[in-house]
């Protein structure tokens, strides 16, 4: 069970960091990602890290969204920096960890940004 947070209206050029915690009996987060999906448009990948560290990020996104993790609060977080009104999605968190009877892959609930003047 993810539980997300940062939902938040912004103006463009401001920031925002998105949050998404789990919950339960965990050893660590293996691997974990951020979707966004805009209105009439398929859900894209934002950004993403894999289990030995290395991350991947959307050309749209790149040096401004930093993707990243607190293995001791079980937290994936998105910081999204120089915001545009095309970032305007509802983002989903995805992550997968490793919990005391093996590997699971959760996603949290959507959350709004939207970015306005």
């Known amino acids: 069970q993810l539980q997300a947070y940062g939902e938040g209206l912004v103006q463009p050029g401001g920031s925002l960091r998105l949050s998404c915690a789990a919950s339960?009996?965990?050893?660590?987060?293996?691997?974990g990602a951020w979707y966004r999906q805009a209105p009439g448009k398929q859900r894209e990948l934002v950004a993403a890290?894999?289990?030995?560290?290395?991350?991947d990020y959307a050309d749209s996104v790149k040096g401004r969204f930093t993707i990243s993790r607190n293995n001791a609060k079980n937290t994936v977080y998105l910081q999204m920096n120089s915001l545009k009104p095309e970032d305007t999605a509802v983002y989903y968190c995805?992550?997968?960890?490793?919990?005391?009877?093996?590997?699971?892959?959760?996603w949290g609930q959507g959350t709004q940004v939207t970015v306005s003047s």
């Open positions: 339960g009996s965990i050893f660590s987060i293996v691997s």
């Open positions: 995805n992550a997968a960890y490793l919990q005391p009877d093996g590997e699971h892959d959760y």
């Open positions: 890290f894999t289990s030995v560290g290395n991350t």
